[in-house]
């Protein structure tokens, strides 16, 4: 005897569930609007009505030809120190994580050195290396120390070792992120060390990276005014300058932080993209997105109702 299945009736109240639940207004967060609205027109008008400051002087160098030119060294200053930093920082965390302990050992120490001291300190240091080593090179095929290390290349040497040692540690977090036996798997399929890490290990450590890495290269774009102590030619160096003439020193710092302001949102949306680009799978998983038809899929019950369990007949 064969018995079929037969579907439980459904409460209308149930089948008309909606799926979102309308949230109530929270008063809470209109308060907190306002008190943030207010502050930041608070912080606008402290500049606009005061007579100390002269807005129009900020209009005026907003785009003044020397203000443009340290613009560009500055976006050189970040973008050369964020390649060299990228590729040090990947041989560096890989020697953190090598088995040889002096490999290991001089990846410690490197990302111990640069990181634990401050950046001006090493901006300083290269941009003075002339005082500990005049000359460059061995006998007849040295050159000046000043010639080669310039204020621009001492920036670029002095940012791409400092951030060389975050990238590191966001390399290897990344790395120790995906679990071993993604790497046991790739080993039983065959694949070799060069194919596992391109194909299996670093597109699941992306995903990590990619915000760590994006916050430091936003504080990399900032940290290039600091190259101000050795006159490198960047934006606030440039401001700098003007400001030492005309006297306008909190108006040519205005322009600075407004073009930092600027150059940093736009680093930000960048980031923000990267992440939604390497996050899609995650982004298609989540409740309310990919389940849509399991979720009002109606319930079969095997059993009629006052009986025991259904017997399957002949197939």
Known sequence: MKTTAVQKPQSPALRELPDKVAERPRIDQAIGWIVLVA???W???????????ELP?????LFNGNVMHGLVNTLLLAVCAEIIAIVLGTVVGFARMSRNPVFAMAGWLFVWLFRSTPLVV?????????????????????VDTNSVLTPFVAGVVALSLHETAY?????????????RTQREASSALGLGWWQMQRHVVVPQALRVMIPPAGSAF????????LVVVISGGDLLTETQNIASVNLRTIELLMVATIWFLAVTSIASVGQWALERRFDRQNRQLRPGRSRRSTDRRPV?????????????GAR
């Open 122 to 142: 090493q901006i300083l240091v290269w941009g003075n290396l002339a005082l500990f080593l005049p000359r460059l090179g061995f006998g007849g095929s040295s």
């Open 218 to 225: 936003v504080l990399l774009l900032k940290s290039t005014s």
């Open 300 to 312: 079969v019950s095997n059993e009629l109702p006052g009986a025991g369990p259904a017997v399957d």
């Open 39 to 41: 502050f930041v027109a």
């Open 43 to 53: 912080v606008v008008w402290l500049f606009v009505d005061n007579d100390n400051i």
């Open 167 to 179: 990238v590191a540690e966001i390399f290897r977090s990344g790395m120790m992120a995906v679990p």
């Open 57 to 61: 002087v900020v209009s005026e160098y």
